[in-house]
């Protein structure tokens, strides 16, 4: 049994939050003059104990489930924390999702009462209500009348229900993974696997994270790393966070929000750098010329810190004006306060994280899973190793399994105890059985290796990787992140299981692409683009001297199939934390990826 310091539920931590800083702003939502209101702690809890009332009217009690179908916005929490304080299951699901996926979850979970963003969910979800038994009341957000949850919560303020106070055992929420394969999986999570996480987490950025921190709402809260890092952590000080509008007005709405400090994924980061580097490179003369400097100094001040060097001044000199005339630009597109970030869902490009660090952003990696609600190790800037994914947070431990690995491997599985570890799958003891150990821990499906100091190192996904004819093994995902970094990709997908080379899927980004092809005087028209010999011919050469000495000669992809259509949720080739589902790249493409192998190489 875990020792848990308090706030050990999460009712507790809103209802502490909402006394201590209750004049302070807690959400921030785009209105339709493109500007951002705020509402305050004070309101958002006057908002959770009157939808708490109101579901408690609708018969909601201990252990009863309640979904919710939207996006992050200020009812997303509203209802999440109304359900936590009738000692309920909060069920968060995706609002662009599949209505068979939501259908599943709703069942599985035996949701008894919802709450959808649109009409239009509602509309659907009305479709299969008939069979989803113990699901009993759909009230709607976007909405007024008897179903929304206006009604609801206004029937809440006229019979006010106390809230009661979980213990940490229980749970809290059922997270759906969106798994690569099958019906996704409820990840069972108790009040003390969340509210371990957070406080581990947060005393590791005393300076970052305080009641003065404003963050943009990137990552969903359907899923747990949105959920823990973004908002529990954000409320647990005090701090504020802006929901973005969408992906495409990013940039802009940082401007509006102004930033302290961001809990994103590495494709942020990569999409912006990867954007600057082709933005340099078509501007050339002095632009080019000052990025450029200021690149070189900013690496060469770095490494001269590291050795315990003073700076020279023709190397500071640089970096001043280059910081100066460069680099406070690109802060300026976080908003101009960007402090640091988090990163997770895969390891940043050691390259891409000292670019940021250097220009004054610095990006933190850290890895964990669903499962385990969701960190495990984290770097952080008293203890931060480019390149690792940090060290175990408190009360974790991380053990590194090699019997799972070839002889000879220096890495294993990894397996996590402590307090963030799931309570299991519901309704499925089966799949739980396959991941816990006897003793408490669970395995990832991961592989890594920790170094002398404690610093994990992911090296792969153990059902993921895969042997070539040669017998060597290929792990994708790492290939695919660096084939990525190139301005001309978008997206892209290694495979070769028991063949003589990795082949790869390319999808290319055709805004650069089209500017590429202007200048070449072809037609910016995609698909002639993606059939374009020459433009083939092209990326893949780059991409090959990318990997050269980065990869073994045997893993850089020998062919490759371009494609028009992304990866994406519509097509069922994404999961919603944006994970290429591989079986279904597979079944979709496996015609072309067969006559790519009987061509000669």
């Not at 003369?285 to 990025?291: D, E, Q, S, T």
């Not at 306060?337 to 869902?345: D, H, K, N, T, V």
């Not at 390259?351 to 990696?365: R, S």
């Amino acid at each position: 049994m875990y020792q848990y310091e308090k706030p050990d539920n999460l009712v507790e931590l809103i209802e502490e939050s909402v006394s201590k800083f209750g004049d302070r702003p807690l959400f921030g939502t785009k209105n339709a003059k493109g500007e951002y209101e705020w509402i305050s702690y004070r309101e958002t809890g006057r908002r959770i104990d009157n939808l708490r009332s109101g579901l408690a009217g609708l018969g909601v009690g201990k252990e009863d489930a309640v979904g919710f179908i939207g996006n992050n916005r200020a009812e997303w929490a509203v209802t999440a924390f109304a359900t936590y304080g009738l000692g309920g299951r909060f069920v968060p699901m995706y609002e662009k999702e599949l209505a068979k996926i939501w259908k599943y979850i709703i069942q599985n979970a035996g949701i008894k009462v919802l709450l959808v963003s649109t009409p239009e969910i509602y509309e659907k979800v009305k479709t299969f209500q008939a069979e989803t038994p113990a699901l009993e009341q759909v009230c709607i957000m976007d909405a007024e009348g008897e179903n929304s949850m206006a009604a609801l919560e206004a029937a809440g303020a006229s019979k006010p229900v106390a809230s009661l106070r979980p213990k940490p055992q229980d749970t809290a929420a059922l997270i759906y993974t969106s798994g690569t394969t099958g019906n996704p999986k409820g990840v069972l999570l108790s009040h003390g696997n969340f509210t371990s996480n957070f406080i581990a987490a947060g005393k590791l950025f005393p300076k970052q994270l305080h009641q003065n921190t404003r963050t943009v709402s990137i990552l969903p809260w359907a899923h747990s790393f949105g959920q823990t890092g973004d908002l529990y952590n954000i409320i647990h000080v005090g701090g504020s966070m802006g929901f973005m509008e969408s992906v495409t007005s990013l940039a802009e709405d940082m401007g509006k929000i102004k930033p302290t400090f961001l809990i994103a994924v590495p494709r942020v980061f990569n999409k912006i750098y990867a954007g600057l580097q082709a933005k340099m490179k078509e501007q050339g003369g002095m632009a080019k010329k000052l990025f450029d400097m200021g690149v070189e100094s900013a690496k060469k001040r770095r490494e001269l810190k590291g050795k315990g060097q003073n700076v020279d001044i023709l190397t500071g000199l640089k970096y001043k004006v280059a910081d100066s005339l460069v680099f406070s630009k690109i802060r300026e597109r976080f908003g101009g306060r960007l402090e640091g970030a988090i990163s997770g869902s895969a390891t940043m490009n050691v390259e891409v994280g000292y670019f940021f660090a250097d220009i004054g952003i610095p990006v933190y990696d850290c890895y964990g899973l669903t499962e385990t609600t969701p960190a495990v190790t984290m770097n952080c800037p008293a203890a931060h190793r480019p390149g690792s994914v940090g060290r175990p947070i408190e009360k974790v431990r991380v053990v590194i399994d090699k019997s799972v690995s070839e002889e000879g491997a220096d890495d294993g599985e990894i397996i996590v105890y402590g307090p963030n570890v799931m309570q299991g799958y519901h309704n499925n003891p089966e799949a739980t059985k396959e991941v816990m150990t006897g003793d408490g821990g669970f395995r990832t499906g991961d592989r890594g290796k920790l170094d002398e100091d404690g610093y994990l190192f992911i090296t792969g996904r153990i059902k993921e990787q895969y042997k070539l004819e040669n017998g060597k093994y290929v792990f994708p995902a790492s290939l695919e992140e660096e084939i990525a970094l190139l301005p001309w990709v978008e997206n892209a997908m290694v495979y070769g299981e028991g063949r003589a080379f990795n082949i790869c899927m390319i999808i290319p980004d055709f805004d650069v692409l089209c500017k590429y092809a202007q200048e070449k005087g072809l037609p910016p028209d995609p698909e002639a683009l993606v059939n374009n010999v020459q433009v083939q011919e092209m990326i893949a050469g780059q991409i090959t001297a990318f990997l050269k000495g980065k990869f073994g000669g045997y893993e850089i992809p020998k062919k490759y199939i371009f494609l028009k259509e992304a990866f994406s949720l519509d097509n069922g080739t994404l999961t919603q934390t944006m994970k290429l589902k591989r079986p279904a790249v597979l079944k979709q493409h496996m015609e072309s990826i067969e006559e790519m192998y009987k061509l000669p190489q």
